[in-house]
């Protein structure tokens, strides 16, 4: 896979993808990522790529004329014709589709992947309608440019190609996923996947809490059911604590979440055990 960063920071990307997963995968030339200075494809000795909008308002907006040229140099497939070929030119904007697991499994299916980075006030509006297949934000908040969007994209798109996380595994039990293969011929068809032997499938959840060696640290002490040996115990009190994290911190998910009988029968137990304390502790 191909990923290419159109930023006027290029400096900016020499820490982010260095590291970890994105420095292997870039090795073992599972990916192959470009930065490109859109400042070079500016035509004026100030290498001005921004302007103030027509109509006034605050701020400066980024020019289309450096955006257009900067990915048409790059001899992409017709706007029309990419979806076609498996590439996307994706501008990164708080305007944008919301980045989630989903839309980041997608983007991982691609050959060539271009993120523009948006800076300033905003980007010219032809460059959103007429040069990119699509707007992406990471979140529903304001960052100064695109450049920390476009480093949690290729982090979270590159560890979904296959090789470059070596328990390829793991990334399908992770929060937010939501693998309605894994498990299937245990499961049987339309139910939620069967739990792996020693793991539990987020199936959108978050995920469920984890404990390592010493197994008393300073008088904390590792649950009893992680240590006894029983798995099937194991697997439940991972599904019903990872129903209980993210009732408590993302009970959104719970919306879309792959959730069976005996799950609701869990999350109804948890309300009321919450309900009760809440009642103790206001006597």
């Known amino acids: 896979m191909q990923i290419d960063i159109v ?11 260095d590291y970890g997963i994105i420095r292997r995968a870039r090795e073992t030339g599972l990916v192959k990522i470009e930065i490109h200075d859109l400042r070079a494809f500016t035509r004026d000795r100030h290498r001005t790529v921004d302007d103030r909008p027509f109509g006034g308002g605050e701020g400066m907006v980024l020019k289309p004329e450096p955006l257009f040229e900067c990915v048409e140099a790059m001899e992409l497939a017709s706007r029309e014709k990419r979806a076609a070929v498996r590439q996307s030119v994706v501008l990164l904007s708080a305007q944008g589709k919301r980045f989630d697991q989903k839309l980041a499994s997608e983007l991982a299916g691609l050959d060539r992947l271009v993120l523009i980075c948006g800076r300033y006030e905003g980007v010219d509006e032809r460059v959103g309608t007429h040069l990119a297949d699509r707007e992406i934000s990471i979140g529903d908040y304001v960052l100064s440019g695109g450049e ?17 996380v070596g328990n390829e595994a793991s990334t399908r039990q992770e ?15 339309g139910a939620r996947p069967a739990l792996p032997d020693s793991t539990c499938g987020s ?29 099937e115990q194991i697997k439940r009190w991972r599904r019903r604590s990872a129903l209980e994290k993210t009732l408590r911190n993302r ?3 719970l919306d879309s979440a792959e959730l069976n009988e005996d ?20 006597s």
């Open 7 to 17: 930023t006027i920071f290029p400096d900016f990307f020499r820490g982010p993808l």
């Open 148 to 164: 920390l969007g476009a480093a949690v994209i290729v982090d979270t798109v590159t560890r979904l190609i296959p090789g470059a």
């Open 175 to 189: 929060s937010f996923c939501a693998d309605s293969e894994m498990g299937k011929d245990l499961a049987g068809e």
């Open 203 to 231: 199936g959108g959840l978050l995920d469920y809490p984890h404990y390592t060696r010493p197994g008393d640290f300073r008088g904390m002490r590792v649950p009893e059911v992680l240590v006894n040996g029983n798995h």
């Open 251 to 253: 009970p959104d998910l």
């Open 263 to 282: 799950d609701k029968k869990m999350i109804a137990e948890i309300q009321a055990a919450v309900s009760c304390e809440t009642v103790i502790r206001r």
